[in-house]
């Protein structure tokens, strides 16, 4: 099975940015959907991106415009750069896969998922 593992959080003053990588191991995730989610205290998981297998990519409305996604399959991970950070980011974020490659935010359609690392956005 995929393991994940997220990178890069950390905190930033609002208006900076940080990029937070999903690292794979235990296979390749090339074949799969990999997606990015968060979750602040009190409220339910929101799925913020997504990328397919193909390379095609799906954003929150929420972060349009403002956070990119992207894989390098050589490196077996995925990236979320995210700029413009907002106090309204802050949150726990999640990567997660995705094995019938569906390109969704939904995130009962994905089925491993990594211990996620925490972004605060303050001043």
């Known amino acids: 099975q995929l393991q994940l593992v997220e990178s890069g959080g950390g905190l930033v003053q609002p208006g900076g940015s940080l990029r937070l990588s999903c690292s794979a191991s235990g296979r390749t995730l090339e074949y799969y959907t990999i997606g990015w989610f968060r979750q602040a205290p009190g409220k339910e998981r929101e799925g913020v991106s997504c990328?397919?297998?193909?390379?095609?990519?799906v954003y929150a409305d929420s972060v349009k415009g403002r956070f990119t996604i992207s894989r390098d399959n050589a490196k077996n991970t995925v990236y979320l750069q995210m700029n413009s950070l907002e106090p309204e980011d802050t949150a726990m974020y999640y990567c997660?896969?995705?094995?019938?490659?569906?390109?969704?935010?939904?995130?009962?359609?994905?089925?491993?998922w990594g211990q996620g690392t925490q972004v605060t956005v303050s001043s």
């Open positions: 990328i397919s297998a193909g390379g095609s990519a």
């Open positions: 997660a896969s995705d094995r019938l490659d569906l390109k969704s935010l939904l995130h009962y359609n994905y089925d491993a």
